[in-house]
């Protein structure tokens, strides 16, 4: 309810009547007529008071010296005075000693009639603390019935919020200025209705390579690449519309040079003074791209020849696979002869030279759409298109000049074996199986030849050679030796201990991988004989390069347990002698066992570790998440540590559900008390990213290859 100042007069000069009538009445007590009207008076007043009081605003009354004569409730309130300090005292004794100058003069310009504006003040006096407020000035044209006297009516208002809000705002503009201009990031305030550059900061005219008065005025879609402005129209429309209030995207931009930078764009809007505007911050990552690029390609790429590499060919063979129709894809499996030679003999700088140029010879035999990975060591993987026998024999001649290194002139071949998808559904490793297989034909046949997979080629031409007459022989004769590839603490580097790895040095085929004799091994009852015979002759191996003073050998083995072995009730003597009869401690052993082999017989498997964690050494699981990686078994059995499969550190950083499941396999280890050792680490990516994870240990090509014995002290003796 608003009041004019006329009306609060006539209020206040019913009250001042009132009191008039009391006075009258003090001096003619003893008429009963009066006394009946003073209490009509007093009734009057009190009532009068009231309506004054409820007041929602802050009134007063002045006369010409400025002295308050009247008041209501929510002045007193205001100045936290009561009514009868405030009444007869002067309204400047109120208010701070700079503002009072300015309310005299504003009292005598309204008092004359004119138009005064709104002033602000502070108060002070009886205060209990600091408030601002506006006064208005109205002078009455009528004067109250009852009093004859002119007084002013000054309105009063609290502003000390607003006040408040402003300075915090101006505070707030002040604040945003300083970061917009001294952000290290590129920062542009840019009008939406035409795109014009309002404001832009110094790092942005760096960036550019331009003043900032130069950017002012422009649009940003004169610096913008063309391609750029077109997928940037979606987002921007989106945002003008108000559906969103933000996007983000990578964008280049042109500097004065003409070169283009990339930037992260960040665009949302805001509003000052009733203008609508982008807020755009522009991040130059044209480094961050650029070394993005590089750890992709390191990830997809062998570093020695820059050939793809495993994981890569795996990819680009699935793509394939899927569109092809059957005999639409070949594969070629290519795979130097007696390599081994030359890297042992002339040592492995000689070896990589002749990897690079076998390599490059490789390509140049190629057409662009055919793909040629390193697969591994002296393996090539081709994937083609059509009929490869012409291929693979250009691949075969390609090889044969001399390969010059240093003072060395070396004579290489190669032995290949094809397939194509010859049947429906066939995935990429049984392509890469089949190849195989029929490279082993190749060499079989004397080596440096051409082999095309045949059905059933793969028992006659590979597993016929791998006969259990001649495992058997083969471990009776010593010819399966323990390999070592070192498992390095990731955060230093340090090596830790070393992974016994079986190897076959069979007569006539050569150096056999696990992958030749393993499966034949477990099927036949062979492995835990031959497991037991590994674990001896490496602790023995350990005990020779102690006994040498070899400050490397001050490490542990990890050595792989089979099904049968551990589940063989002579087990554990067996163990426990080979430590007493090579004189290693138990704490320098490690037994690496699958989670196949503890789920097979758990009540079995119980026992089994517990006694051998009676003995001192340490239990990890092999292999982790590829069965059934289970929780509970993990609370039963007394191991250690966790190892990831190498399957799924081939695909981190690149395959989001191997990177899932490493990281999650890790935040388990963790959680468990438990290290995690990641196996197969062979690029700088794996390295990083299992860095970032707080990934224990690691193994892998990276850090080094499974070594024979000779070699390992040869390499690490003078370290």
């Not at 309810?1 to 007590?29: C, H, K, P, Q």
């Not at 502003?159 to 101006?170: F, G, M």
Request: proline letters at 3%; a negative charge.
């Amino acid at each position: 309810m608003e009041f004019t100042a006329d009306t609060i007069v006539i209020v206040i000069g019913v009250v001042s009547a009132v009191a008039l009538a009391a006075s009258i009445w003090n001096t003619r007590r003893q008429s009963v007529r009066m006394r009946r009207q003073l209490d009509l008076v007093e009734a009057a007043e009190a009532e009068v008071r009231r309506l004054l009081d409820e007041l929602p605003e802050a009134v007063m009354l002045v006369d010409h010296e400025g002295v308050v004569r009247s008041t209501n409730f929510a002045a007193l309130a205001m100045f936290d005075l009561n009514r009868r300090d405030m009444v007869d005292s002067h309204l400047v004794d109120y208010v701070n000693g700079d503002d009072q100058a300015d309310l005299r003069a504003a009292l005598q310009r309204a008092f004359t009639g004119d138009d005064v504006d709104p002033i602000q003040m502070e108060v002070l006096g009886g205060a209990t603390e600091r408030h601002t407020i506006e006064a208005s000035f109205h002078l009455p044209k009528h004067t109250a019935v009852f009093d004859r006297e002119q007084r002013l009516v000054v309105r009063f208002r609290d502003i000390s919020e607003r006040e408040q809000q402003a300075r915090a705002l101006h505070q707030a503009r002040r604040r945003f200025q300083q970061a917009f201009h001294s952000a290290p990031t590129g920062m542009a305030l840019v009008r939406l209705d035409d795109g014009r550059i309002v404001d832009a900061n110094q790092s942005l005219a760096e960036m550019l390579r331009y003043d900032v008065e130069e950017l002012v005025g422009c649009t940003l879609r004169e610096f913008t690449h063309p391609d750029d402005v077109r997928s940037a129209q979606p987002h921007r429309a989106r945002l003008e519309l108000g559906i969103v209030d933000s996007f983000r995207l990578d964008q280049r931009y042109r500097r004065r040079d003409g070169e283009f930078v990339w930037a992260r764009t960040r665009v949302s809007t805001t509003e000052d003074d009733g203008q609508l505007l982008a807020i755009t911050h522009i991040e130059d990552v044209t480094e961050q791209r650029r070394a993005a690029e590089q750890l992709r390609y390191a990830a997809r790429h062998d570093d020695l020849t820059g050939l793809p590499n495993r994981a890569f060919l795996m990819h680009k063979l699935h793509d394939r696979l899927a569109v092809a129709e059957v005999a639409d894809v070949a594969v070629l499996f290519v795979d130097l002869d007696q390599f081994k030679v030359i890297n042992d003999s002339l040592g492995h700088e000689v070896g990589d030279e002749v990897i690079r140029e076998v390599a490059r010879r490789l390509r140049s035999a190629l057409r662009d759409h055919d793909v040629l990975a390193r697969f591994g060591g002296d393996e090539f993987i081709v994937v083609l298109g059509g009929e490869p026998v012409d291929v693979a024999e250009r691949l075969r001649r390609s090889v044969h000049p001399p390969i010059r290194v240093g003072e060395h002139e070396l004579f290489v071949t190669a032995s290949i074996g094809y397939s194509t998808n010859h049947e429906s559904g066939m995935s990429p490793n049984d392509l890469l199986r089949d190849a195989d297989a029929a490279m082993y034909r190749a060499k079989a046949r004397g080596r440096d030849c051409v082999e095309a997979f045949e059905a059933g080629g793969y028992e006659s031409g590979v597993k016929a050679l791998r006969t259990t007459s001649e495992l058997r022989h083969g471990i009776d004769r010593g010819e399966i030796v323990p390999y070592f590839q070192p498992i390095v603490d990731l955060e230093s580097g340090r090596i830790l201990g070393y992974e016994v790895l079986a190897r076959w040095l069979h007569p006539d085929r050569g150096l056999l991988p696990p992958a030749e004799f393993l499966p034949l091994a477990e099927e036949s009852g062979l492995l835990t004989e031959m497991g037991n015979r590994l674990l001896h002759d490496s602790l023995a191996q350990l005990a020779r390069w102690r006994a040498l003073g070899h400050p490397f050998a001050q490490c542990h083995l990890s050595v792989n347990v089979g099904t049968r072995q551990l589940v063989d009730p002579g087990f554990f003597d067996r163990v426990s002698d080979a430590l007493a009869e090579t004189g290693i401690d138990a704490d320098s052993l490690w037994l690496e066992i699958t989670e196949t082999a503890l789920l097979s017989d758990v009540k079995a498997a119980t026992v089994a570790l517990r006694e051998l964690r009676g003995l001192g050494l340490h239990l990890s699981v092999d292999d982790f998440g590829t069965g059934y990686s289970s929780l509970t078994y993990l609370k039963r059995f007394p191991v250690e540590t966790i190892k990831v499969d190498r399957s799924f550190v081939a695909g981190l950083g690149i395959d989001s559900e191997d990177t899932t499941i490493v990281e999650a396999v890790v935040q388990l280890g963790q959680s468990l008390g438990l290290s995690v050792v990641a196996e197969g680490i062979e690029s700088a990516l794996q390295l990083n990213r299992l860095r970032e994870l707080g990934c224990d240990k690691g193994q892998g090509y990276l850090f080094g290859r499974p070594r024979p014995a000779e070699l390992v002290q040869a390499e690490r003796a003078g370290v």
